[in-house]
T-cell receptor
Framework: EDQVTQSPEALRLQEGESSSLNCSYT??????LFWYRQDPGKGPEFLFT???AGEEKEKERLKATLTKKESFLHITAPKPEDSATYLC????????????FGSGTRLQVQP | NAGVTQTPKFRVLKTGQSMTLLCAQD?????MYWYRQDPGMGLRLIHY???????AKGEVPDGYNVSRLKKQNFLLGLESAAPSQTSVYFC????????????????FGPGTRLTVL
């Protein structure tokens, strides 16, 4: 059974204080690992897809990395507008094309 | 280009009532999905469709039915609502991959918040 565990559950940062969010996963052959951002009352918004260990992707203050067991979302010099819940999901090589999601990390960036 | 839209945005039902949630996408995606999101549990797949006229069960299908009569629409039905179905429901869609080891980026709608009393 595919599983995704995200930590920490919640994180409070000061503006400019860099940190990392963790996503640990077990999957029967990884097709892709996805990061989404979700604002309160809205649907998840796609950020990145990572396909293989060693891969990295960046977007503004966010950088996602992937190993064989986990992924990190690094946030450099965050701003209050980065406050959101960040979701990690995996897609297996076989079976249905749906995603298995973690419970998310709720990030709050204070000015 | 509206992406994925969902109606209604909010709904309150009494136990035993029925309703249908509508999802529409204008991206010509083959795959469509229904998820529910509950506090502390993440998003869980209810049903999905790999093309017009086809549907399949996901992780938590009991109490729900779906139909995909048109490629752009995916309907989620609750025949007899129960308080355990109180949740936020999200629809998503993705391209089909024509072959090889591609992945499907799923694009989500804004959600429907359902309360069953």
């Amino acid at each position: 059974e595919d599983q995704v565990t995200q930590s920490p559950e919640a994180l409070r940062l000061q503006e400019g204080e860099s940190s990392s969010l963790n996503c640990s996963y077990t999957v029967s052959g990884l097709r892709g690992l996805f990061w989404y951002r979700q604002d309160p009352g809205k649907g998840p918004e796609f950020l990145f897809t990572l396909y293989s260990a060693g891969e990295e992707k960046e977007k503004e203050r966010l950088k996602a990395t992937l190993t064989k067991k986990e992924s990190f979302l690094h946030i450099t010099a965050p701003k209050p507008e980065d406050s959101a819940t960040y979701l990690c999901a995996v897609q297996a090589e076989t079976g249905r094309r749906a995603l298995t999601f973690g419970s998310g990390t709720r990030l709050q960036v204070q000015p | 280009n509206a992406g994925v839209t969902q109606t209604p945005k909010f709904r309150v039902l009494k136990t035993g009532q029925s309703m249908t949630l509508l999802c529409a996408q204008d991206m010509n995606h083959e795959y469509m999905y229904w998820y529910r999101q509950d506090p502390g549990m993440g998003l869980r797949l209810i049903h999905y469709s790999v093309g017009e006229g086809t549907t399949a069960k996901g992780e938590v299908p009991d109490g729900y039915n779906v139909s995909r009569l048109k490629k752009q629409n995916f309907l989620l039905g609750l025949e007899s609502a129960a308080p355990s179905q109180t949740s936020v429901y999200f629809c998503a869609s993705s391209f089909s991959t024509s072959g090889g080891s591609g992945t499907d980026t799923q694009y989500f709608g804004p959600g429907t918040r359902l309360t069953v009393l």
